[in-house]
């Protein structure tokens, strides 16, 4: 079992938004920074967010991450077919002094 | 451009020793201010992460009982590496094995290289 939680999958249509939660608790998401990662099929992940809603060079602002007590959430809007991967959320837990991850939220596009 | 590559030890057997190493270009583990670490994945499942290093030495490690006091990270800033040892393989450790640059800050995971992966198996 995961320390932070993720819906399995959320899905719609191209070009509409969706979001995802990752739901921890006060020993990680509460006073901790939260990030997300994209994984294409067969590829590495990919750093989307870090410290909560900042976006690195290339991601376009299509993603954005926000969080609000011990829950964080990503957001796609304008979702395209190449969106269509594994997200994960990830933080440091202060309990356990290590990083942690969500299960996994796999994103389909109708 | 910074690039990291695993090495590919390919399938062991159980009761083995996994040792991987993690080759770091672009950029210079001595000199750099970041942390660098393990993290795996099994087949179909989730991220894992197994340990973190920084340049000096300073390590920490996943305290979960699958991989608690099996696990052991170091680096050669001469060869610009840092290697996994994971001892006492089982069928359970069979994933891919990502090396990574985990951030500055080891409490504020920014993981923003990742090396391709290699996969690893453990089958008698």
């Known amino acids: 079992q995961s320390v932070l939680t993720q819906p399995p999958s959320v899905s719609a249509a191209p070009g509409q938004k969706v979001t995802i939660s990752c739901s921890g608790g006060s020993s990680n998401i509460g006073n901790n920074y939260v990030s997300w990662y994209q994984q294409l099929p067969g590829t590495a992940p990919k750093l989307l967010i870090y410290?909560?809603?900042k976006r690195p060079s290339g991601i376009p602002d299509r993603f954005s991450g926000s969080k609000s007590g011990t829950s964080a959430t990503l957001g796609i809007t304008g979702l395209q077919t190449g969106d269509e991967a594994d997200y994960y959320c990830g933080t440091w837990d202060s309990s356990l002094s290590a990083v942690v991850f969500g299960g996994g939220t796999k994103v389909t596009v109708l | 451009q910074l690039q990291l590559q695993e090495s590919r030890p390919g399938l062991l057997k159980p009761s083995e020793t996994l040792s991987l190493t993690c080759t770091v270009s672009g950029a210079s583990l001595y000199s750099s201010s970041n942390y660098w670490g393990w993290i795996r994945q099994p087949p179909g499942k989730g991220l894992e992460w197994i340990g973190s290093i920084y340049h000096s030495g300073s390590t920490y490690y996943n305290p979960s009982s699958s991989l608690k006091s099996r696990v052991s990270i170091s680096v050669d800033t001469s060869k610009n590496q840092f290697s996994l040892r994971l001892v006492s393989v089982t069928a359970a450790d069979t994933a891919v094995y990502y090396c990574?640059?985990?951030?500055?800050?080891?409490?504020?995971?920014?993981?923003?290289?990742w090396g391709q992966g290699t996969l690893v198996t453990v089958s008698s």
């Open positions: 990574a640059r985990l951030g500055i800050a080891a409490r504020r995971p920014k993981i923003d290289y």
């Open positions: 410290e909560n809603n």
